[in-house]
């Protein structure tokens, strides 16, 4: 059985910080693209981040570039988020998910072939 678990979520104060991880097991996904993907209260699931098979290219939505990083593991099975400098404007259900059929990432939700039941990030002001 395919699964992918996402951790680290939690509430934190605005301007802190969070470390998500997204590990995969059931199969491997060092050939696939992944990418982690957010929800707010009353909004639709929207692009955060992606990155590609190799991790040697990444992309990210304006709202979070420059203090969000993506990474992963393909030793581990295991994608990462790095949160820097949140905003409770970032507070929602956070996804991971991977493109089985892709080795280079897309910003678009339906290639995604395989998600986690996701984690909660709380942001207080």
């Known amino acids: 059985q395919v699964q992918l678990v996402e951790s680290g979520g939690g509430l934190v104060q605005a301007g802190g910080s969070l470390r998500l991880s997204c590990a995969a097991s059931g199969r491997t996904f060092s050939s696939s693209a992944m990418g982690w993907f957010r929800q707010a209260p009353g909004k639709e699931r929207a692009f955060v981040a992606a990155?590609?098979?190799?991790?040697?290219?990444?992309g990210y939505a304006d709202s979070v570039k420059g203090r969000f990083t993506i990474s992963r593991d393909s030793n581990k099975n295991t994608m990462y988020l790095q949160m820097n400098s949140l905003k409770p404007e970032d507070t929602a259900v956070y996804y991971c998910?991977?493109?089985?059929?892709?080795?280079?990432?897309?910003?678009?939700?339906?290639?995604?072939?395989?998600w986690g039941r996701g984690t909660q990030v709380t942001v207080s002001s």
């Open positions: 990155i590609n098979w190799s991790g040697s290219n990444t």
């Open positions: 998910a991977a493109n089985s059929g892709a080795a280079y990432y897309t910003r678009a939700i339906n290639e995604y072939d395989y």
